[in-house]
């Protein structure tokens, strides 16, 4: 499938990287291509300069580029520049396409720990789908760290969690599909993309699990 | 231990059920004792009357006889009842005694589905601490159905995680006993009080799966 990962921190290039080697046609959204493959500076494991040279088959695009070429658009920028980036990326080159919203709710701007921008009887994933009415919204994998998300083998073979919400059914379907194809073996549809509030409001939890265990390897089984 | 349970609801009743079973000496406390006893239309199982008929060595007291005479104190009332009826309780009844708060800031004067009526950079958990600074505060339990709370070995041997959230960890460690009696296997300290904003908001999506799995019995782990 010809993939667009908005985005270039560490949950854009987990997905990016774990697409690519799945065999599907990566490109990778940013605001500013010359500058993104300018940064040498690590951020992450390595610079966004050397991610790209170890990954030559994903291509670094602006994001209207990397939607408009895309069947499916993945959105994996900050919480707080989501909108923005999609306006970007252009409401007409999203208009039909799945689109997996990733992103979090999280306001680091009075320190740590953050707090949620939007909770209670609203969601960011909502405010993506109400911007965008004719994407089709699937809220998902925002409730785990970049690398359980794409390589949830990581936790061992005893299984755990990833939820989907959306309004969508097909578009579920096709999200389901990917999540299986990273390795996920229990997806939980919790149903419309306000189900998004549930999962958005995990994140304080996650934080502090975060802290209490000392790792972000981790993830949410529900037990049933 | 003497311990009370304050609230008299499918909570309060799973709790004092559990504890008189363990062989504790259990009172539950309530506002009005002979309004509670007279209860003879059922709400949960059976009505309060008959819940008590089946419980003779459990007492129905009043909210401050049943906090005075225990050494510790579970708060099984509804969250936005909590600190009228600790207050009821009485701060002097409380002073120095491990204060097992199970309290969810529901609010469903809106319809279902509620919202949380504190959350962000807050919790109930912190309200009821600073409202009874000489009460040692352990939030714990209030992240799962009351059945579960009491017999976790209803999902099964595989484990499942409960939290704790408390700034006294001498009164962790004595919640910790009683939650391991029940049959928890995976007790997670959090941290302090204010880790208890993480568990409060995970009501929502808690009622959402209760909606998608269509049970109350679930829970959630912690996989690592």
Do not use: C
Not at 130 to 159: C, I, S, W
């Amino acid at each position: 499938m010809r993939i667009a990962v908005l985005g270039t921190g560490m949950v854009g290039r987990a997905l990016a990287d774990r697409l690519d080697e799945l065999g599907h046609e990566v490109a990778v959204g940013t605001r500013d291509v010359a500058g993104t493959l300018a940064r040498t500076v690590p951020d992450g494991e390595v610079s966004y300069a050397a991610w790209q040279r170890e990954h030559p088959s994903v291509r670094t695009e602006t994001f209207a580029a990397a939607a408009a070429a895309a069947e499916l658009v993945v959105n994996a920028t900050g919480g707080t520049i989501t909108l923005d980036a999609l306006a970007a990326a252009g409401a007409a080159n999203l208009a039909g396409k799945v689109l997996l919203d990733i992103s979090v709710p999280l306001d680091f701007s009075k320190g740590f720990p953050p707090t949620l921008f939007v909770s209670g009887d609203d969601s960011l994933g909502e405010r993506v789908q109400a911007a965008f009415p004719e994407a089709r919204v699937v809220k998902a994998l925002n409730t785990m760290n970049a690398e359980v998300m794409v390589r949830p083998a990581l936790l061992g073979d005893d299984g755990h969690t990833v939820f989907v919400s959306g309004d969508d059914a097909e578009a579920k379907a096709v999200v389901t599909g990917l999540l299986t194809s990273f390795g996920h073996t229990d997806v939980l549809d919790l149903g419309d993309i306000t189900t998004a509030r549930g999962t958005e409001m995990l994140l304080p939890l996650w934080l502090r699990l975060m802290g209490a265990l000392g790792t972000h390897v981790f993830n949410f089984k529900v037990v049933r």
